[in-house]
């Protein structure tokens, strides 16, 4: 039975409510995984008005990237959406919150009815607080019966989860920021910190300058490459047999922590002789990398008294995600570089609350605290907590809700914050599964390119117009702060969700403010146990796990013991790409990032300081690349893989080797996605991002580069 509870219009209580004064509230960056802190200043009209970063913070130590010191064009009025909007055929109207929930609601209702639960869905997002991402997966498994649920974290550190979870017990970054300063040595592979976690890379500069050493592992020549004492400029998707190689070459000359190895890990004869003869000699050819270096890479990692271990989504990104992730692992814990300062594993999340979302279990096989959804007791514990049955059958990835939706299995989405038809590989596979939903409802800032699909979009309150927290890539959980009134009737997610599960018959969701959904979250979560709001303001936050042991938070995990015991070392195989160039597509495409942009850059491009530094679209090419097939810097070029073409401009450059072209996605007039390729690491359903065939042409000097959506209009 549907409730007709009204909406309240103002869900969020007015942080400015006795003065028209100007004010200055502390609360956190909205962008990468490093979780900076920042002042911003509301005016006497009650309008963001200022940013200025927080000089006691604890990582971030005064400093903010370009990307954070724009924050106020990320939020402001233009282009926002500030009521709900219903599609009528091709056009947006407006309609009242009361019509839109009513509306959805039946819709939901009538679907499960008639299909079952697995048919609907939820996509949360890395973007919104723990609040919110905890609301949608208890939305998804108490309300609509189903462990559909997922996020981008499935196109990006899913197989650091799955991966670090099977080798150390926990998936997540094992040290601190701070640990930079107490390294002898860094190693950042699959990673380009400088563009991506902007003030982690003027970090790791500082700690170079500082005498610490520097590997870095990275097909492109990276800015940190260019300041390392090591580059080891690896063949895209060549990871595991690199550092297989290593592996061995420390084995071989006894360089290995055996006392470590005795004392807190099992599996080490499987993984020894699993790499016995892989070594750097026969690698060279797979990972082009010349086998001298991969000697000196891997004595001065092993014996260096304390290296710390940096990656990212060029180690997660392939086929062979998950095992790229436990390779790392296998490496780390041989040399007994893990439990210690100035050492670990440490991945870099890629948006600010990436860690947080898994943490509250936004993905269809685990339950907060990464607590198994398949697993009964699990349930019950669950069910008894919320007060009603939960889901127990398997549920749907992201991309599984893709497919299935194309197969007329899965026919609705409730999606907050991220933008698919943009950031999921093969465009033209996600645009057409959107299409053939019967229902989807998109809940966003700004009219994104999957919002522009939606036959409901609902008005979000962004990060400045809310409560709640963050989690950024070192565990730390910290407080976000409302700052100003949400624009129009937008909401936070979780009181729209509310409000929805209400107008469904449910009242499992019946919290009064963000501090109510944080305090059950952690009463169920045993990493969070320890939190409050009251101690993470007190503290800059507190690294998880927060609980009796730990009340002060840690900052190093595994330090005396993993979670499942021992680490579990674990022998892995390299596997090649799945789309080697061939004759047809002669060139590699990679995907990476740029320092002025974020996302799908539905935040960053509203920025006309932002928006100004990069044109809308670019391929970096290198100058032999570009030599034989006539192309001029910034000319107009076609690429073209198996799955989609796009028009863009030529960045002609060194900093990619020969053979491999690379490509940012931030840019809806050419997204890389309409060329990348859906294969899929076969343990988190992980695609393939960073490794595609493609065909690049050069066009007619004079042609003005046409967005992809000019190009599907011309289809006959």
Not at 20 to 42: D, E, N
Not at 155 to 177: D, E, R
Not at 412 to 436: C, M, S, W
Not at 598 to 614: A, N, W
């Amino acid at each position: 039975m549907m409730s007709n509870q009204a909406v309240p219009k103002k869900a969020i209580p007015d942080p400015a409510t006795a003065s028209q004064i100007i004010k200055t509230i502390k609360t956190v960056c909205p962008f990468c995984g490093v979780g900076c802190g920042m002042y911003l200043t509301r005016d006497g009209q009650g309008r963001v008005c200022g940013v200025s970063p927080q000089y006691d913070h604890p990582i971030s130590q005064g400093k903010l990237c370009d990307k954070g010191w724009s924050s106020v064009y990320a939020i402001s009025p233009e282009n926002r959406i500030t009521q709900p909007l219903k599609r009528v055929r091709d056009q947006f109207v407006p309609v009242s919150w009361d019509e839109a929930l009513n509306a959805i609601s039946t819709s939901l209702l009538d679907i499960i009815d008639e299909f079952g639960p697995d048919a609907v869905g939820v996509i949360s997002s890395a973007r919104a607080t723990n609040e919110d991402n905890y609301a949608a997966q208890k939305f998804a498994r108490a309300v609509l019966g189903t462990n559909n649920v997922d996020h981008c974290a499935r196109i990006c550190h899913s197989p650091t989860v799955a991966g670090l979870k099977q080798v150390l017990g926990s998936g997540a970054m094992t040290n601190s920021t701070h640990d930079l300063f107490e390294t002898e040595l860094i190693v950042v592979i699959g990673a380009d910190p400088t563009e991506n976690h902007s003030v982690l890379g003027g970090q790791i500069i500082q700690a170079k300058l500082a005498g610490a050493t520097l590997i870095v592992v990275d097909p492109r020549v990276t800015r940190l490459a260019k300041l390392a004492d090591l580059h080891l400029q690896l063949t895209p998707g060549t990871n595991i047999a690199l550092i297989n190689a290593m592996i061995q070459v420390i084995l071989s000359n006894d360089w290995h922590d055996r006392d470590f190895i005795a004392e807190r890990c099992e599996g080490f004869d499987a993984l020894a002789k699993q790499v016995k003869h892989i070594t750097p000699e026969s690698v060279a050819a797979i990972t082009g990398v010349d086998a001298g270096l991969i000697r000196q890479a891997a004595e001065r990692y092993s014996r260096a008294e304390r290296a710390m271990i940096l990656y990212g989504m060029g180690i997660t990104q392939f086929v062979s995600g998950t095992n790229n992730v436990i390779a790392l692992a296998d490496l780390a814990l041989v040399c007994g570089h893990i439990g210690k300062p100035g050492t670990g594993i440490n991945p870099l999340r890629g948006q600010n609350n990436v860690q947080g979302a898994c943490d509250m279990g936004c993905l269809p096989n685990v339950y907060p605290g990464y607590q198994l959804a398949g697993d009964s007791d699990t349930q019950a514990r669950f069910s008894v907590a919320w007060g009603g049955s939960v889901a127990a059958t398997p549920g749907l990835t992201s991309l599984g809700m893709s497919k299935a939706a194309l197969a007329g299995q899965f026919r609705a989405q409730i999606l907050f914050g991220e933008d698919p038809v943009v950031t999921d590989p093969d465009q033209n596979h996600v645009r057409e599964a959107y299409k053939a939903l019967d229902l989807l409802v998109v809940a966003e800032l700004t009219m994104t390119e999957t919002a522009k699909l939606a036959d409901y979009v609902l008005p979000a309150a962004s990060f400045a117009e809310k409560a709640g927290t963050f989690t950024n890539c070192e565990r730390r959980v910290q407080r976000v702060n409302p700052v100003i009134l949400p624009l129009g009737e937008a909401m936070g997610d979780w009181q729209w969700l509310k409000a929805l599960a209400e107008r469904m018959g449910s009242q499992l969701l019946n919290w009064e403010c963000s501090a109510a959904v944080f305090d059950e979250m952690a009463s169920l979560t045993p990493s969070y146990q320890g939190m409050s709001y009251h101690k993470l303001a007190k503290h800059h936050g507190l690294q998880w796990p927060c609980n009796e042991s730990a009340p002060q938070g840690t900052a190093i995990l595994h330090q005396k013991q993993f979670p499942i015991g021992r680490a579990r070392l674990t022998p892995v195989h390299y596997v090649p790409i799945d789309e080697l160039a061939d004759e047809q597509y002669p060139l590699l495409l990679t995907t990476n990032r740029l320092h002025f942009h974020y996302g799908c850059g539905s935040m960053t491009r509203k920025s006309p300081l932002l928006e100004r530094e990069t044109p809308p679209g670019i391929l970096f090419i290198n100058p032999l690349d570009a030599s034989a097939l006539s192309i001029s810097p910034y000319g107009p070029i076609g690429v073209r893989s198996r799955r989609g073409y796009i028009e863009t401009r030529a960045m002609i450059t060194t900093d990619v080797p020969l053979g491999l072209v690379s490509m940012p996605y931030h840019f809806k007039e050419a997204p890389s996605n309409q060329l990348t390729n859906t294969a899929q690491d076969p343990v988190t359903k992980m695609p393939e991002l960073k490794a595609c065939a493609v065909a690049v042409i050069a066009l007619p000097a004079d042609h003005i580069p046409r967005a992809v959506w000019q190009l599907q209009e011309e289809k006959p």
